[in-house]
Every structure is written in C-alpha cells, then in structure tokens.
C-alpha cells in the first residue's frame, strides 16, 4: 500500500544538526511533492518545506530558510529534511507528508542541553 | 503570510449530533489557476494528520460522507453530519494556495 516511513526519534543538543529520512513505497516516487510539518507540543502545525522529487527543485517557509534543507535520492524513493543550528524550541514530532494526501508516523526531535 | 482562523478552538458534542468547525483567512485562497486550495485535516489522538477533505469540498478517498466541506473566498466550513466516537480529535484547516502553506490553530472535538 501507499506510504511513507519515517526514521527514529533523535536526541541532539543545542547548535547540532538532525537529519530525518521519510522512505516512500507503494507508488512511483517522482511523481508527488513531499512537504515536511512539524508539530511543536501543543501548538499548530506548521509547514517548513517542500521538494518536487522528480526534479528536486525545493521551496522553504522563510521561518527556516538558511537552517533547513530538504533532499532526496530517487534511487532510494527517500525524501531527507535536516535542520540546523538547533535550538531547544526545536524539540518537535516532524512529519513528512506526500502532498499532504498520505503520511509520515512522525519522528520526535528533542533538543536538550 | 496567510494567517488561518479557526472557530470554535473546542467544540464538545453529543453523538449523533452535528458539529461545525469554521476557518477564515487573512486573504483570498483563490488561486491563479482558478481553484481554491482549502483543506481539512483530522488528528486522532497519537496520531498523525490525516486528509478529509481538499480543495474546499473534496472528499478524500476513504473519507465517510459525513464529513462535508464548503465556503468560498477567505471563508470556509468543515461540517461532521453525525458525530461518532471516532471523530474525536484535532481538525485543522490549511490553505496551500500560496507558499508557505499555513494551517489553523486547530479545533478540539470532544464528546460531552
């Protein structure tokens, strides 16, 4: 069936970087977007970036530009999302999601001291 | 950016009964190409988002036809018929007409 599979909850400490992978399978990989949202607790959720995996061309909320970058291998059918220069606010469950049509379990990132 | 809001932030209800949940946004989610990218997303305790209904008043595949959306311009409402134990959760709106895609503040559904 469709679906997208995130990698396991990361514990990183303030100033590092964290690298989330979200794996497709069950249709072709190119050809849909997948966004990543995330979720800090109790707050809204909130759109950090986009990939077009057929061309890899990317679009990034300015809240995260210059922290954030969003890849993929299309060999692997894997979408990546890492985020820079951590900060304690981070500390999120990051989704990736294809088209917002199916998603991501969702991946803990705690940024802790 | 495009700001969502939604009304009420909770809505307790009685099974069987209806609930309505509205969303407006700061500016016209009319895209240049004609359409209108205003969807409707449940959360389930635990659980990741799910899709209900897209652009205005699509429903999504598997989605029960309970659950109905409209509006129109910067307003819209995601309408639940009958409320069942299951609908319990988190309902957001979220505009992808224009970058950065923007979603609501969510409404908790609660059973009275």
């Known amino acids: 069936q469709v679906q997208v599979v995130q990698s396991g909850a990361e514990v990183k400490k303030p100033g590092a970087s964290v690298k989330v992978s979200c794996k497709a399978s069950g249709y072709t990989f190119t050809s849909y977007a997948i966004h990543w949202v995330r979720q800090a607790p109790g707050q809204r959720l909130e759109w950090m970036g986009w990939i077009n995996a057929d061309n890899g061309n990317t679009r990034y909320s300015q809240r995260f530009q210059g922290r954030v970058t969003i890849t993929r291998d299309t060999s692997a059918s894997t979408a990546y999302m890492e985020l820079s220069s951590l900060r304690s606010e981070d500390t999120a469950v990051y989704y990736c999601t294809r088209e917002c049509q199916v998603w991501g379990q969702g991946t803990l990132v705690t940024v802790s001291s | 950016d495009i700001v969502m809001t939604q009304t009420p932030l909770s809505s307790p209800v009685t099974l069987g009964q209806p609930a309505s949940i509205s969303c407006s946004s700061s500016q016209s989610l009319v895209h240049s190409d004609g359409n209108t990218y205003l969807s409707w997303l449940q959360q389930r305790p635990g659980q990741p988002p799910r899709l209900l209904i897209y652009r205005i008043s699509k429903r999504f595949s598997g989605v029960p036809d309970r659950f109905s959306g409209s509006g129109a311009g910067t307003d819209f409402t995601l309408k639940i018929s009958r409320v069942e134990a299951e609908d319990v959760g988190v309902y957001y709106c979220?505009?992808?007409?224009?970058?950065?895609?923007?979603f609501g503040q969510g409404t908790k559904v609660e059973i009275k």
């Open positions: 979220m505009q992808s007409t224009q970058f950065p895609h923007t």
